[in-house]
C-alpha cells in the first residue's frame, strides 16, 4: 500500500445463510458497532459496471478495495419501506379523491366512498411496488450465498473493536473470518 492513501481496519465474515447474517448484525449493533460502519458487497450488476466482472468465490471480494459495496439494510427497515409505499399512495389518493367530491358539491358519505375506492387502488398498486422491492432484496442475498456466501465487512477502529467483532462474526457462523488493513474507498 502507499503511504499516500489512507488505511482502515476492517473485519470480514462470510455468511452461508441470511438469519444468521442478520444475527451477526444485531449483536454487533449490541455490542456498539453502528449501522454506517457494516457494509456488504454490492449487487451484481454494480461490481461488474465498475470491476468489468463478477466476483466467483464472495471470499475472492474480500479484499479487493475497489470492490463496490452497499449499506447493510434489515428485513425491518424494508418491511418500513414496504409499509410507506402502500401507506403514502392511499393516503394521498383517499385525500384528493375526497377533497375532489366535496369540492364540486358532493356530500360527505359520498366523498368518504370515493376516498375509499381510491385509497383501495393506490394500495394495491403500492403492495405491488413494495413487493418488488423485498424480491430484489431476496434476489441479491440469493446472488451472494450462490457465490459462496455474503461478504460482511465491519469498520474496526481499535484492537478491542476488532476482537469483537470477529468474536461476534465467529459465534453467529460466518467463514473466513479475519481482519484487515485496506486502503480507505475514496
Known amino acids: 500500500m502507499t503511504s499516500s492513501s489512507e488505511v482502515v481496519s476492517e473485519a470480514i465474515g462470510v455468511f ?3 438469519e444468521c447474517l442478520e444475527s451477526a448484525i444485531d449483536d454487533l449493533q449490541g455490542a456498539g458497532f453502528n449501522r454506517s460502519e457494516l457494509s456488504l458487497l454490492a449487487h ?3 461490481v461488474e459496471k465498475k470491476l468489468g466482472h463478477v466476483y466467483q468465490k464472495a471470499e475472492d471480494a474480500a479484499d ?3 470492490a463496490p459495496r452497499i449499506a ?4 425491518d427497515s424494508v418491511d418500513v419501506g ?5 401507506g403514502a399512495p392511499l393516503f394521498v389518493a383517499a385525500l384528493v379523491a375526497g377533497g375532489a367530491v366535496v369540492a364540486t358539491g358532493g356530500a360527505l358519505l359520498p366523498a368518504a366512498g370515493a376516498a375509499l375506492a381510491a385509497g383501495g387502488l393506490a394500495g394495491t398498486f403500492g403492495g405491488l411496488v413494495a413487493g418488488e422491492i423485498g424480491k430484489e432484496h431476496a434476489v441479491h442475498y440469493e446472488q451472494q450465498l450462490a457465490r459462496g456466501g455474503i461478504l460482511l465487512w465491519v ?8 476482537q469483537k467483532a470477529v468474536t461476534t462474526l465467529k459465534n453467529n457462523q460466518a467463514d473466513h473470518v479475519r481482519v484487515h ?3 480507505a474507498s475514496a
Do not use: G
Not at 72 to 75: F, P, R
Not at 155 to 162: K, L, M, P, W
Open 16 to 18: 452461508h445463510s441470511v
Open 44 to 46: 451484481d450488476e454494480v
Open 64 to 66: 479487493d478495495p475497489e
Open 72 to 75: 447493510w439494510v434489515s428485513k
Open 82 to 86: 414496504e409499509a410507506a409505499l402502500v
Open 155 to 162: 469498520h474496526v477502529r481499535s484492537s478491542e473493536d476488532a
Open 181 to 183: 488493513e485496506i486502503a
